[in-house]
């Protein structure tokens, strides 16, 4: 199975600073389509997981653009250029290369 | 708008059975694939099963391989989950998801 490494575990930023949050798979998440099925959802408390991007770099449309996802491979990174209040919660990767799909650990960001 | 129904948990004593189902609205239920997704009281995401758009390619957890079977019914716009011999660790929230989109998630408790 594909090992999703999320770090770190938990981030305590204040509004307006930038988050950064890594995520490294146990190997290469480019499939055989040529497309790299890596997802970043946020789970804020309480709810259900929400969609934040797709194949790596890929925002959805409602989705701010202080969001932006970058990587290759095996390694990718999910970065907040402004962490504002409703962006409390926590971030998961997930891979959908390859059977079966597996998530990262999830890293909470908290206010300070 | 995009909704995912879940239905069906509840508390159950372990080796008995239960049904879970997800109705889908607000989009194209017949053209997508379909997961299953669940999360432990306190804990991360873990995949359990996919479904392709035409039920001919199914995967599933280890975890649950042999016990639960997943299925839909286009016609219906609507995703299951049979789930047999379930254990105290299959308790869970448990997700569907499709075109990026969860459900608000359906409780299973598996306890004597």
């Known amino acids: 199975d594909v090992v999703m490494t999320q770090t770190p575990v938990s981030l305590s930023l204040a509004i307006g600073q930038p988050a950064s949050i890594s995520c490294k798979s146990s190997?290469?998440?480019?499939?055989?389509?040529?497309?790299?099925?890596l997802n970043w959802i946020l789970q804020r408390p309480g709810q259900s997981p929400k969609r934040l991007i797709y194949?790596?770099?890929k925002l959805y449309s409602e989705v701010p653009d202080r969001f932006s996802g970058s990587g290759s491979e095996t390694e990718f990174t999910l970065k907040i250029s402004r962490v504002e209040a409703e962006d409390l919660g926590v971030y998961y990767c997930?891979?959908?290369?390859?059977?079966?799909?597996?998530f990262g650990a999830g890293t909470k960001l908290e206010l300070k | 708008e995009v909704q995912l129904v879940e239905s069906g948990g509840g508390l159950v004593q372990p080796g008995r059975s239960l049904k879970l189902s997800c109705v889908a609205s607000?989009?194209?239920?017949?053209?997508?694939?379909m997961n299953w997704i669940r999360q432990a009281p306190g804990k991360g995401l873990e995949w359990v099963a996919y479904?392709?758009?035409?039920?001919?390619?199914?995967y599933y957890a280890e975890t649950v391989k042999g016990r639960f079977t997943i299925s839909r019914d286009n016609a219906k716009n609507t995703l299951y989950l049979q789930m047999t011999s379930l254990r105290s660790e299959d308790t869970a929230l448990y997700y569907c998801?499709?075109?990026?989109?969860w459900g608000q998630g359906v409780m299973v408790t598996v306890s004597s």
């Open positions: 998801e499709g075109d990026s989109y």
């Open positions: 479904i392709s758009s035409g039920s001919s390619y199914i």
């Open positions: 190997q290469s998440l480019l499939g055989t389509s040529g497309k790299t099925f």
């Open positions: 194949q790596v770099s």
């Open positions: 997930w891979q959908g290369t390859h059977f079966p799909h597996t």
């Open positions: 607000g989009f194209t239920f017949s053209n997508y694939g």
